[in-house]
C-alpha cells in the first residue's frame, strides 16, 4: 500500500497528461489523476471508463490490445483534446488486481504524419483557390470545418459543427427542385455507402439561392480523402458557382443539333442581268428597263407599272414580308441598299435582289430614285451553305473534334469535312471507305483496339447498329495522336438529319476523360483540373536558393518540371521579352526577391497580385495577373507559388465600367454647370421685366393728361409684370411639374383678347428689329374658349418670344391659329409659331426640351434665358393632354407646332361697326404684304365695309384718282407706314394733296405711335392702328376717327441742354423706358443694340459728339465688358475720357469691381432708378466728375 500511495502522489503532479488505472475485467475506476477530474468532473473510483467517456470510446487503445502489453492509439475529438494519443498499458494494481494503466496526452506528430499534414494544407489551400466553398468532414464523427466560405447564399452556415445539420441549412437554399435530390445525395448516410461501394467522388449540379434573390447554378462535389492515420473516414465537400457553363452546355447543345444537319454547299452560280429602274415619287411610277436576247439580237424591254406603292400589297410581285422595305427604299426613307424577294415576268416564285438606288432631289423633296434590281439569288444559296458549313466546323472545333466525314451509304464513299489529325495518317479528302477504314486500323489503331476499331466501323454494321439504336453509336479505343503517343478517341456515328443514304462521323479526343477516372490522389485531380482551368502558368519558387520550377498539369497528374534557369533569370528573360516596356522598370520593383517575403508578410491573406501587360504566344500585349502566394518557410528555404492569369477581357470590362462611371460624372458635372449658369442668368432676366415695369410707371407718372399714353403704359406694365412672374414661376413650375403639382385650370376665357395682348407684345418687339409680325387667326374663330389662359398664353409668349430674339433683321415671324377637327364638345386647336431665323441645329432639336439646355454660342450670340422654357412649354403642352413637335433648319428658320384639345364657345359675330353712315364707308388698303391686305379686308367685310386693296404707293395713288374721277372717293384709307419705295407718311401727303381732307388717313405700324406722330400729323394722318391687326383693333380705330379723338400730347422738357447721350440696350422695352426718361430730361439720345453697334457708332461719331455712353451688360453678338475695352482701345483722344456707365442686373460687389477695372465710370443696377440716373448724369455731365457717385 505504501508503494500504491506514492506512486499515486507522483502521478497527481503531472498535470499535463491524464492518467487513470481500470481493472482489467470490468474497466472499473481504480485511480485518476487531477488532470482527469478536470476533464470529467463526475469521475468517481468505481466509475466504468466507457460509461464515462461514452460516444468517444471508438478509437479506445484497450479494443484492440489483445496479447500486447502496451498499446497506443490516436483518438479525435476527444474529451482530452481535438487529437490526443492514449496509451493502455497492462500492470498489477497493488499485488492481486489486474489493472491498464491509461495515459492521455497531446498528440506528437510523425514525420509521415506531418508530411501529410502539409500536404493535406497545400492542397486545401489550393483548393480554396479554385472554389468558392471548400469543407473538410469526418463523416465517421459526423464533423465538419470550413476552410473557405464565400457566403452567396441567404443562409448562415456555422465555420465548424454537425455535418447532418449544415445539410440541413444547405439545403434550405436549395431550389424546390433539388431540395431532395440535395439531401438524398449530400446525406452522411448516403456518402458512407457510396465511399464503401468505391464511389470515391460523387457530384451533382443544383440551383442555389444567391444574395441577389436569384437562383444559380452551383456545382456541388464531394471526394474522399485517404486516412492514413486511422479508420475515419474523411471528404472535402467543394462548391462554387457554375452558371456560365451552364450557359455554354445550352450552347453545345444547340450545336449538337446542328451536327445532324446535312452540309450542301453549292460552288456553281448563274449570274443574270441587272435590271435598271425609274421610280417617279409624285406619281407613285415605277419603270423597269430589262435586257433581253431575242431572235439573237438584244434589245431593250421596259416596263411601267402606275400606282406601284399605292397597289404594291396587290400586284404580287414583292413578297409580302418586305412591303415595308421597298416602300422605304422609293420614298426616300432609307439610303441603304436592301434586300428583298420579289417575282419577274419570267419566273413565277420569288427571288432575292438586291434593290440600289440614288434619290434626286427637286425642292429639297425626293423626285425620282434611279437605280437598279440585282438577283442575288445564288448568292443567298451560297450564303446559307456557308452558315451551315461553319456551324458544324465550329461545333467540331469547339468539341475538340478531331474528324468529321460524311459516309454516303449507297456509293460505300466518305468525304472528310474537318480533319485536325497529322501528316501521319496521309488520309485523302474523299475516297472509298472501307479500304480507309482498313488502312487506317492497320496505321494508327493501339493493336489491341484493332479488331474491335474494324469490325464495329465495317459499314454494314454501322447500319444494322443505327437500325437499333435511337440516336447514336458509340467506339472507345486508342488511336496514334500528332504527338506519336496513342490517345484515348471517342467514334461516333449517326444518320446525318435523319437521312439514312448518308451517315455523319465524328472522332473526338477524350484521354483526359479515360484518364481522369485512372488518377489515384484525389487532391492532385482536383488541383491539375483546377489550375488547368484557371491560370495559364503555375511555378514553385524558393527566394532563397533561386530555384524555380513549372508546375505541370497533364495524364501523369501533377509535375514539379525544373526550367533550367534560377528564378532572377526567369525573371530577368520575362521583363526583357514579354513585359510590355511600360512596365519593365515598375515589374523589376515589383519582383524584387529581397522584398516579396516583407510584402506577403504584410498581406493579411498571404499573398498579392501583380497586373500588367504581357504577351506569350504573339506580338499582342495582354494584361496577364502575377499572383504570388506564400507557401512555406525554414532556415534554408522561403517557397512562394507564382499563378499567372490572362485578364485582359476583365480588364476591359472594368475599364468599361469606368468609363461609364466617368461620363456619369460628366453629365452630373454639366447638370451643375447648367443650373449655376441658370442662377447668373436669373439675377439679369428678373431684373428686366423690372426696369420695365418702373420706367414705364415713371413715364405714365409724367403723363397723367394723357390717357392714351397711360393706357399704353398700363398695358406694357402688365405685359411685364407678366412675364416678371412667369420667370420667377419657371423654377416653381418645373419642380411642380416633376412633383405632379401642377393643376390646369378649366375655365372661359377671351380668346381674341388674349392673341391681341400677346400680339400687341410681340408687334412692336418685332418692329423694333425690324422683322415682320403677323397673326393669321382662322375666320369666325369663336371668341370664347374652355381652358388654362395663363398656361396657354405662357406658351405661345415662350415660343414667339425665342422667334423674335433668334431672326435677324428683315426676317419675318408668324403666329397661325386653326381648327384642326372637332369630337363632340372638344376641338383641336393647331399654333403655329414661325420664323425664318437662324434655325435650331439637328444636335440640338435633339435635346431642345431637356432642363437647362440652351443652343451653342459658338456663332457669337449670347442666348438669354434660364434654359427652362422649352422644357416648362413641352410639359404644360402635355398637361393639356396636347402635343408639340418642330421643324428647323439651319439657316432656314423654325416652326412650332402645338395642337391643345379646346372647348371652344360660340362662332365670334362679326363686329358692328355701329352706325348706318359708317357702314356704307368704302375703304382702302395698302400695304406691301398680300396677307396682311387680305386679312384686313376680311375683317372690313365681316363688319359690311366694302375695301379695295393695293401693294404699293403708286398703286394707291393711281385707285384713289380713278376714283375721284368715277365721284366714288375712298372715306378711309388703312396705310402701312414702312412701305419699301414710297413710305405711309409720303403717301398720306400726297393723298392729301390729291383728295384733300375727305379720306381718313389711318397708319398701320408696329412702332410706337409715339415716334412718328409729330411727322404724322404733318403728313396728314389722322388716326393710327398698331399690327397685327384685328377686328376690335380696326373698330376702335374707326370709331375714334369718326369721333375725331384728339391726339397724345407732347412731353414736358426738362433741365438738360440736349446733351447727347449713346444708349446702347438690346431689350426693346428697356431702351424705349430710358430713351424717354432721357428725353424728358432735355437729352438727346442715339440707340444701339449690341455692343458692336456701339462701338461702331462712337468710332464713326466726331470727337466729343457723345457725351455719357450707357451699357448694358448681357448684350447679344458683343457684350458690354467688351465693347467698354473696345471703345477704350480705340485710337482717339476721347476714347479714354468718355464715361461708360454700365447697366445690369447683376447685383454683387465683384461685378461692380470687375466694370471698374474695365474702365467704367459707373454702375448702375437693373431697373433703374431715375432718380440715381439723373443725379449721375448731372455729376458728369455738369459737375465735371470723372465718377459717378450715387
Not at 24 to 44: I, K, S
Not at 113 to 140: D, F, H, K, P
Request: proline share 3%.
Amino acid at each position: 500500500m505504501l508503494y500504491l500511495e506514492q506512486l499515486e502522489k507522483i502521478l497527481n503532479h503531472i498535470t499535463s497528461i491524464g492518467i487513470y488505472v481500470v481493472r482489467r475485467d470490468t474497466h472499473e475506476m481504480l485511480y485518476f489523476n487531477e488532470r482527469v477530474r478536470a476533464v470529467a468532473p463526475d469521475v468517481r473510483i468505481g466509475s466504468v471508463c466507457h460509461e464515462l467517456w461514452a460516444g468517444t470510446c471508438s478509437n479506445c487503445p484497450l479494443l484492440s490490445i489483445g496479447d500486447q502489453e502496451s498499446h497506443t492509439a490516436v483518438s479525435y475529438n476527444d474529451p482530452f483534446g481535438e487529437m490526443v494519443d492514449i496509451t493502455a498499458t497492462k500492470m498489477m494494481w497493488g499485488e492481486e488486481i489486474p489493472a491498464y494503466i491509461i495515459t492521455v496526452g497531446p498528440h506528437t506528430l510523425t514525420k509521415r504524419e506531418q508530411e501529410l499534414e502539409w500536404g493535406r494544407r497545400r492542397m486545401l489551400q489550393a483548393l480554396s483557390c479554385v472554389y468558392s466553398m471548400v469543407i473538410y468532414v469526418n463523416l465517421t464523427r459526423n464533423s465538419f470545418f470550413m476552410v473557405e466560405y464565400e457566403r452567396f447564399d441567404t443562409k448562415q452556415a456555422p465555420d465548424e459543427g454537425n455535418f447532418d445539420e449544415l445539410i440541413e441549412i444547405g439545403a434550405q437554399t436549395m431550389h424546390p427542385d433539388f431540395r431532395e435530390q440535395f439531401k438524398n445525395t449530400f446525406s452522411r448516410k448516403r456518402l458512407l455507402e457510396q465511399f464503401a461501394k468505391g464511389e470515391t467522388n460523387i457530384y451533382m449540379e443544383h440551383r442555389q439561392l444567391g444574395d441577389d434573390g436569384e437562383y444559380h447554378w452551383t456545382m456541388t462535389r464531394v471526394v474522399q480523402v485517404e486516412n492514413p492515420i486511422n479508420n475515419d473516414v474523411l471528404e472535402i465537400t467543394l462548391s462554387h458557382n457554375i452558371d456560365r457553363e451552364k450557359q455554354l452546355e445550352e450552347k453545345l447543345k444547340v450545336q449538337h443539333e446542328m451536327e445532324r444537319e446535312r452540309i450542301r454547299y453549292q460552288t456553281a452560280v448563274e449570274s443574270t442581268d441587272e435590271v435598271m429602274f425609274e421610280y417617279d415619287v409624285a406619281e407613285d411610277l415605277f419603270t423597269a428597263f430589262e435586257g433581253i436576247v431575242q431572235d439573237g439580237a438584244r434589245r431593250t424591254q421596259r416596263m411601267v407599272l402606275r400606282g406601284y406603292l399605292e397597289r404594291i400589297e396587290t400586284l404580287g410581285i414583292v413578297h409580302p414580308d418586305y412591303f415595308d422595305q421597298m416602300r422605304c427604299k422609293l420614298s426616300g426613307r432609307t439610303l441603304d441598299d436592301v434586300e428583298i424577294r420579289m417575282k419577274t415576268p419570267h419566273t413565277q416564285e420569288y427571288r432575292w435582289f438586291r434593290v440600289h438606288g440614288n434619290m434626286v432631289y427637286e425642292n429639297n423633296r425626293p423626285a425620282l430614285v434611279i437605280g437598279m434590281l440585282r438577283d442575288i439569288t445564288h448568292i443567298k444559296q451560297l450564303e446559307l451553305e456557308r452558315e451551315s458549313l461553319e456551324r458544324i466546323c465550329n461545333f467540331t472545333v469547339n468539341q475538340d473534334y478531331n474528324l468529321v466525314a460524311i459516309i454516303e451509304v449507297p456509293t460505300e464513299t466518305y468525304a472528310i469535312r474537318f480533319c485536325s489529325l497529322g501528316p501521319i495518317y496521309h488520309i485523302p479528302h474523299a475516297g472509298a471507305y472501307p479500304e480507309q477504314v482498313a488502312r487506317i486500323a492497320q496505321l494508327a489503331v493501339y493493336p489491341d483496339d484493332r479488331g474491335e476499331f474494324i469490325s464495329q466501323l465495317d459499314l454494314p454494321t454501322l447500319i444494322s447498329h443505327l437500325e437499333q439504336s435511337d440516336e447514336e453509336c458509340r467506339l472507345y479505343c486508342r488511336i496514334l495522336s500528332n504527338d506519336g503517343a496513342f490517345r484515348w478517341k471517342r467514334v461516333r456515328f449517326t444518320y446525318y438529319e435523319g437521312d439514312q443514304t448518308h451517315i455523319l462521323l465524328t472522332i473526338q479526343d477524350v484521354q483526359e476523360v479515360r484518364e481522369a477516372k485512372d488518377r489515384e490522389l484525389v487532391s492532385n485531380r482536383i488541383f491539375a483540373t483546377a489550375f488547368r482551368d484557371l491560370y495559364d502558368q503555375v511555378f514553385e519558387a524558393d527566394l532563397i536558393t533561386n530555384e524555380i520550377h513549372e508546375i505541370i498539369c497533364d495524364e501523369d497528374g501533377i509535375q514539379r518540371v525544373p526550367t533550367g534557369r534560377t528564378l532572377q533569370e526567369v525573371i530577368d528573360y520575362r521583363c526583357e521579352h514579354l513585359i510590355h516596356p511600360d512596365f519593365r522598370r515598375q515589374y523589376m520593383q515589383e519582383m524584387d526577391m529581397d522584398t516579396i517575403p516583407e510584402r506577403l508578410a504584410n498581406t493579411a491573406s498571404s499573398y498579392f497580385e501583380i497586373q500588367r501587360k504581357t504577351t506569350f504566344t504573339s506580338d499582342l500585349y495582354h494584361w496577364y495577373s502575377i499572383q504570388l502566394q506564400f507557401l512555406s518557410e525554414s532556415q534554408d528555404s522561403y517557397k512562394i507559388m507564382l499563378y499567372m492569369r490572362d485578364i485582359d477581357q476583365t480588364r476591359r470590362e472594368d475599364e468599361r465600367n469606368k468609363r461609364a462611371l466617368r461620363d456619369a460624372l460628366v453629365l452630373a458635372r454639366d447638370a451643375n454647370r447648367a443650373k449655376t449658369d441658370f442662377i447668373s442668368r436669373m439675377s439679369h432676366d428678373i431684373r428686366t421685366p423690372m426696369n420695365a415695369i418702373i420706367g414705364m410707371t415713371t413715364i405714365a407718372a409724367a403723363n397723367l393728361g394723357n390717357k392714351a399714353k397711360i393706357s399704353d403704359c398700363l398695358q406694357k406694365i402688365d405685359v411685364s409684370a407678366k412675364f416678371l412672374l412667369s420667370l420667377i414661376n419657371d423654377i416653381l413650375d418645373m419642380s411642380k411639374i416633376e412633383s405632379g403639382k401642377v393643376v390646369i385650370a378649366r375655365r372661359e376665357f377671351n380668346f381674341h383678347r388674349m392673341i391681341h395682348g400677346i400680339s400687341s407684345v410681340f408687334g412692336q418687339q418685332a418692329a423694333q428689329k425690324h422683322l415682320a409680325f403677323n397673326v393669321y387667326l382662322e375666320e369666325n374663330f369663336p371668341l370664347t374658349c374652355m381652358g388654362d389662359e395663363l398656361r396657354i398664353n405662357q406658351v405661345l409668349m415662350n415660343l414667339l418670344g425665342n422667334a423674335v430674339k433668334f431672326t435677324p433683321e428683315g426676317g419675318r415671324v408668324s403666329l397661325r391659329i386653326e381648327r384642326k377637327k372637332a369630337k363632340e364638345h372638344i376641338t383641336l386647336v393647331r399654333f403655329e409659331v414661325e420664323d425664318t431665323g437662324i434655325g435650331i441645329s439637328p444636335e440640338f432639336q435633339k435635346r431642345i426640351f431637356d432642363p437647362f439646355e440652351q443652343e451653342s454660342a459658338s456663332s457669337g450670340r449670347v442666348f438669354e434665358g434660364t434654359g427652362l422654357g422649352m422644357t416648362i412649354t413641352q410639359n404644360l403642352v402635355l398637361l393639356m393632354d396636347g402635343r408639340i413637335s418642330l421643324e428647323s433648319e439651319l439657316g432656314q428658320g423654325t416652326r412650332f407646332i402645338v395642337e391643345l384639345p379646346l372647348e371652344l364657345g360660340e362662332t365670334a359675330e362679326p363686329v358692328a361697326v355701329g352706325s348706318e353712315s359708317i357702314g356704307h364707308l368704302r375703304v382702302l388698303i395698302v400695304d406691301d404684304d398680300v396677307i396682311t391686305c387680305e386679312h384686313t379686308q376680311t375683317i372690313l367685310l365681316h363688319m359690311g365695309l366694302e375695301s379695295v386693296w393695293v401693294t404699293s404707293g403708286e398703286q394707291a395713288l393711281r385707285e384713289l384718282r380713278e376714283a375721284r374721277a368715277k365721284n366714288q372717293n375712298y372715306d378711309v384709307a388703312f396705310i402701312d407706314w414702312k412701305i419699301p419705295g414710297m413710305d405711309g407718311l409720303e403717301i398720306a401727303r400726297r393723298m392729301r394733296e390729291l383728295a384733300g381732307p375727305e379720306t381718313l388717313a389711318i397708319i398701320m405700324s408696329a412702332y410706337d405711335w409715339a415716334q412718328i406722330e409729330t411727322e404724322a400729323r404733318a403728313a396728314g394722318v389722322d388716326h393710327f392702328i398698331s399690327k397685327p391687326i384685328f377686328p376690335e383693333s380696326v373698330h376702335n380705330a374707326l370709331s375714334r376717327a369718326m369721333q375725331d379723338a384728339p391726339s397724345a400730347q407732347e412731353p414736358d422738357s426738362f433741365q438738360f441742354c440736349g446733351e447727347r447721350i449713346l444708349l446702347v440696350e438690346d431689350n426693346e422695352i428697356n431702351m424705349e423706358i430710358a430713351r424717354t426718361l432721357l428725353e424728358m430730361q432735355g437729352l438727346t439720345v442715339d440707340g444701339a443694340c449690341n455692343g458692336q453697334e456701339a462701338v461702331d457708332k462712337f468710332q464713326a461719331s466726331e470727337l466729343g459728339y457723345y457725351r455719357v455712353i450707357l451699357m448694358d451688360i448681357r448684350m447679344p453678338v458683343m457684350d458690354g465688358v467688351t465693347a467698354t475695352q473696345k471703345i477704350r482701345a480705340l485710337p482717339r483722344a476721347d476714347a479714354e475720357t468718355v464715361p461708360i456707365i454700365a447697366m445690369t442686373a447683376n447685383a454683387f460687389q465683384e461685378d461692380e469691381e470687375f466694370a471698374a477695372q474695365m474702365g467704367m465710370n459707373g454702375y448702375l443696377i437693373k431697373p433703374i432708378d431715375t432718380k440715381s440716373l439723373f443725379k449721375g448724369l448731372n455729376q458728369l455731365l455738369n459737375q465735371g466728375l470723372t465718377q459717378m457717385y450715387i
